[in-house]
């Protein structure tokens, strides 16, 4: 018995198998604080690729441009159909090593405990909900000691079978469709430099969700604070009553802050967190950085409120150590946006429906390029890709959802050309 959504599902799936396992083994690490764009040179390489390959299959006008975003348009056969665009991000994240990636494709899975090669690597059914669903998929892991990178070129791989299809199956109505592939989106600047006025489409979809269905038009609001203190040096054999340590201060900062909730393990759902994701520095200067998260703008302000105070609090108690406390936005909850063109989640649902695949509505505990596109004016939603355990060396892939989500985006594309 077929583990495919549909026939369609099962036909784009071996050109997809490849592709992908093409993609996973190109190191497209995306890098904090980068100079340039995009951050790391890996990422172009990919982005070559993928503009010779889609030229390979049709699209004559595939470019790279100076950012390292690719472009690209399959043009309609259905008249005054609205240009419609599908968007993935080509950088994976640097929460996890990420070079040297050897992807492994266990078939047929039969559940259990799939143990990896390197770094002691275990996948176990009873951690993983999603993994004991997937009985007689063809999964696709690292060997252990890597992430796969499943997020997102289990969307780059979607998208380009999808569009491999349409150009091979002409017969099939189809609008204008502009493509995107987009560097860095993992280190918040996917968007960034993203030519809205080239792109010319209607609305988008990015594909960069992860389980069996889910179709998400709301996003975190998200920002990162970075606060940089500056202590008083001085030789710690003579260091009475006169050192300040900056790194202690810091320290005492991350600490101070509520570890019982407003953090990434103790929430769910619509629960907001305050999260530190670096701490550097010496007795002379320090730094410490989070991201702050909450899908209510005014809950997401109250949170970095939290954290200024906790601040001035562990600075009343070292009155000679001073800091800089800078708030810096990175996206916006999507969902007013998209709201306001309801055909744009409409036809996913029709196109979900076709593929006989009930869509999973709920928020995206984090977000997408599709989150500062939207807000500027280009309502774009998620659509799942089939990748799991997402920023992890435990990161897998399903062949049968990866396939689901390219015959989601075939049928798209059919129902937006009814329109």
């Given at each position: 018995?077929?583990?495919?959504?549909?026939?369609?599902?099962?036909?784009?799936?071996?050109?997809?198998?490849?592709?992908?396992?093409?993609?996973?083994?190109?190191?497209?690490?995306?890098?904090?604080?980068?100079?340039?764009?995009?951050?790391?040179?890996?990422?172009?390489?990919?982005?070559?690729?993928?503009?010779?390959?889609?030229k390979?299959?049709?699209?004559?006008?595939?470019e790279?441009?100076?950012?390292?975003?690719?472009?690209?348009?399959?043009?309609?056969?259905?008249?005054?159909?609205?240009?419609?665009?599908?968007?993935?991000?080509?950088d994976?994240?640097p929460?996890?090593?990420?070079?040297?990636?050897?992807?492994?494709?266990?078939?047929?899975?039969?559940?259990?405990?799939?143990?990896?090669?390197?770094?002691?690597?275990r996948?176990?059914?009873?951690?993983?909900?999603?993994?004991?669903?997937?009985?007689?998929?063809?999964?696709v892991?690292?060997?252990?000691?890597?992430?796969?990178?499943?997020?997102?070129?289990?969307?780059?791989?979607?998208?380009?079978?999808?569009?491999?299809?349409?150009?091979?199956?002409?017969?099939l109505?189809?609008?204008?469709?502009?493509?995107?592939?987009?560097p860095?989106e993992?280190?918040g600047?996917?968007?960034?430099?993203?030519?809205?006025?080239?792109?010319?489409?209607?609305?988008?979809?990015?594909?960069?969700?992860?389980?069996?269905?889910?179709?998400?038009?709301?996003?975190?609001?998200?920002?990162?604070v970075?606060?940089?203190?500056k202590?008083?040096?001085?030789?710690?054999?003579?260091?009475?009553?006169?050192l300040?340590?900056?790194?202690?201060?810091?320290?005492?900062?991350?600490?101070?802050?509520?570890?019982?909730?407003?953090?990434?393990?103790?929430?769910?759902?619509?629960?907001?967190?305050?999260?530190?994701?670096?701490?550097?520095?010496?007795?002379?200067?320090?730094?410490?950085r989070?991201?702050?998260?909450?899908?209510?703008?005014?809950?997401?302000?109250?949170?970095?409120?939290?954290?200024?105070?906790?601040?001035?609090?562990?600075?009343?108690?070292?009155?000679?150590?001073?800091?800089?406390?800078?708030?810096?936005?990175?996206?916006?909850n999507?969902?007013?946006?998209?709201?306001?063109?309801?055909?744009?989640?409409?036809?996913?649902?029709?196109?979900?429906?076709?593929?006989?695949?009930?869509?999973?509505?709920?928020?995206?505990?984090?977000?997408?390029?599709?989150?500062?596109?939207?807000?500027?004016?280009?309502?774009?939603?998620?659509?799942?890709?089939?990748?799991?355990?997402?920023?992890?060396?435990?990161?897998w892939?399903?062949?049968?959802?990866?396939?689901?989500?390219?015959?989601?985006?075939?049928?798209?594309?059919?129902?937006?050309?009814?329109?």
């Amino acid at each position: 018995m077929s583990v495919f959504t549909s026939t369609l599902a099962e036909r784009v799936a071996p050109d997809l198998l490849d592709r992908f396992i093409r993609y996973v083994q190109l190191d497209t690490q995306s890098q904090v604080d980068r100079v340039r764009s995009p951050s790391t040179p890996g990422q172009l390489d990919l982005a070559r690729v993928l503009v010779s390959e889609l030229k390979a299959i049709g699209l004559d006008d595939a470019e790279l441009d100076q950012h390292g975003y690719v472009y690209s348009t399959l043009p309609g056969n259905v008249e005054a159909a609205p240009v419609i665009g599908w968007i993935a991000h080509l950088d994976t994240s640097p929460d996890a090593p990420g070079a040297a990636v050897k992807p492994l494709v266990h078939r047929n899975y039969q559940g259990g405990v799939i143990t990896l090669p390197l770094a002691g690597t275990r996948l176990v059914p009873e951690q993983m909900p999603q993994l004991e669903q997937k009985l007689g998929h063809d999964l696709v892991t690292s060997s252990g000691d890597t992430l796969l990178g499943a997020d997102d070129k289990a969307g780059v791989a979607a998208i380009m079978a999808a569009l491999a299809h349409l150009a091979a199956h002409p017969e099939l109505p189809r609008p204008t469709l502009r493509i995107a592939f987009t560097p860095d989106e993992e280190i918040g600047h996917g968007a960034t430099l993203f030519d809205l006025p080239r792109f010319g489409a209607r609305c988008a979809y990015t594909v960069d969700g992860s389980r069996l269905g889910e179709l998400q038009d709301e996003s975190f609001s998200a920002v990162e604070v970075r606060v940089r203190i500056k202590g008083v040096g001085v030789h710690p054999g003579f260091a009475t009553g006169k050192l300040v340590s900056a790194l202690r201060v810091a320290a005492q900062v991350v600490a101070a802050l509520p570890t019982d909730r407003l953090t990434p393990e103790t929430t769910s759902g619509r629960e907001g967190f305050i999260h530190p994701t670096f701490l550097r520095g010496d007795t002379e200067a320090a730094e410490a950085r989070w991201i702050v998260r909450d899908f209510d703008d005014a809950l997401l302000e109250s949170h970095v409120a939290l954290l200024r105070k906790t601040l001035d609090r562990v600075l009343a108690a070292s009155p000679a150590a001073s800091a800089d406390f800078e708030v810096i936005d990175q996206y916006p909850n999507m969902r007013s946006h998209i709201e306001r063109d309801p055909d744009v989640i409409t036809a996913a649902e029709e196109a979900f429906a076709a593929e006989g695949i009930k869509p999973i509505r709920e928020p995206i505990r984090g977000g997408t390029d599709g989150s500062r596109l939207s807000a500027m004016g280009l309502p774009t939603p998620n659509i799942f890709d089939g990748g799991y355990e997402y920023h992890s060396v435990r990161e897998w892939a399903s062949v049968q959802d990866m396939a689901a989500a390219a015959a989601v985006l075939v049928r798209l594309a059919g129902a937006w050309a009814a329109r």
